[in-house]
């Protein structure tokens, strides 16, 4: 948990910074954008997996992105449950964004996520990584998608979703723990 209050932190630096510059645009925002994203975060993460366990020569970590995988699948599948739960009214209207944010960390997401599937930000998977490259890209996406769902669970309004969202944070931070004892072992 110190790891995400310091990519927080940082990201939050980044925010002040910009909101001193005055550069930042402010985004509107709805719940079911919110977790559409949610859902395209978890696709590119379990594409990421398929990938990487294709490229993993190592048995224990193909074994371990297959299983991780699996479960991004699932994430995603309760993201888009969360928004076929939504209220039409309530899945169209603006989230209240204290202080922006969300929007800011939306604009600086390609730092913090959305990288999944790929060796880095602009980085794809070449098929040449090595088994703790493999684990190292995997582990910073984990991280930073945890930032990222720790941020959108203030916007849910339902308790329901707020526990899901609860849940795949834990399962998550599972994840790194898992990543972290094999990066570990190796």
Known sequence: MIIVYINYSYCYQKIIKERNHK??????????????????????????YKKAADNASDEEVKTLFIKLSRMEDDHAKTFSEMRGQLKDEEGRENV?????????LLVYGK?????EGKAGPDKPLTGKEDRL????????AEKN?????????QYSSSQSRKNDIDNIIL????????????????
Do not use: C, P
């Not at 550069?23 to 978890?42: A, C, G, P, R």
């Not at 209240?96 to 800011?104: K, L």
């Not at 399962?171 to 190796?186: F, K, L, Q």
């Open 23 to 48: 550069t930042m645009s402010k985004e509107n925002l709805t719940l079911n954008e919110i977790y559409q994203t949610s859902v395209n975060i978890e696709r590119n993460a379990s594409e990421f």
């Open 96 to 104: 209240f964004d204290r202080g922006d944010e969300m929007s800011a």
């Open 111 to 115: 730092d913090l996520y959305g990288w």
């Open 133 to 140: 490259d493999l684990l190292k890209s995997a582990l910073e």
């Open 145 to 153: 998608t945890v930032i990222f769902y720790t941020m959108i669970k």
């Open 171 to 186: 399962e998550e931070m599972r994840h790194i723990a898992a990543i972290e004892d094999t990066i570990s072992n190796n």
